[in-house]
């Protein structure tokens, strides 16, 4: 058996009881939007303030990407608002990161807020009890 295997199916396991494509989805779109106006100097003067709006959303994305990682529980308002703030992201942010960061944002939204927890595991089954007749005698 190699070595790995054993960190791989941690790993996997991790993966498979949280939202984690849709987090990655939301990380991946928030790193496009806050990239893009992270310019050499001379752009962003002359960009001025409205870059701000850019790194702020792409900022709270990446935090909502990596909450639904940490606590999934919070998959439904985390994709609510992942895929608000790729909306907005569409018109504040240079197209949404040139759509690609907004396209990536409602997937990612989506799929956080679609996801549901798998199904525990299953109780074991109680033992056979052999039925008693009742101790006073009486019948039903």
């Known amino acids: 058996m190699p070595s790995d295997l054993r960190p791989r199916a941690r790993f996997r396991r991790w993966r498979r009881g949280r939202p984690f494509w849709g987090g ?24 001025g303030v409205a870059g701000i709006p850019s790194v702020l959303m792409g900022l709270v994305m990446i935090v909502l990407g990596l909450s639904v990682w940490f606590a ?8 609510v608002v992942t895929t608000l703030i790729s909306v907005a992201a569409l018109v504040l942010s240079n197209l949404g990161g040139f759509l690609i ?12 807020f679609a996801w549901q927890p798998g199904p525990a ?12 007749p009742s101790p006073q005698g009486a019948q039903p």
Do not use: E
Request: proline share 14%; hydrophobic share 50%.
């Open 24 to 47: 990655f989805a939301a990380v991946l779109a928030g790193a496009w939007i806050c990239s893009l106006p992270l310019a050499p100097l001379k752009v962003m003067l002359t960009q």
């Open 72 to 79: 999934p529980h919070y998959r439904s308002l985390a994709g």
């Open 101 to 112: 960061g907004t396209l990536l944002g409602i997937l990612g939204g989506g799929l956080m």
């Open 121 to 132: 595991a299953p109780a074991p089954a109680p033992s056979p009890t052999p039925q008693h």
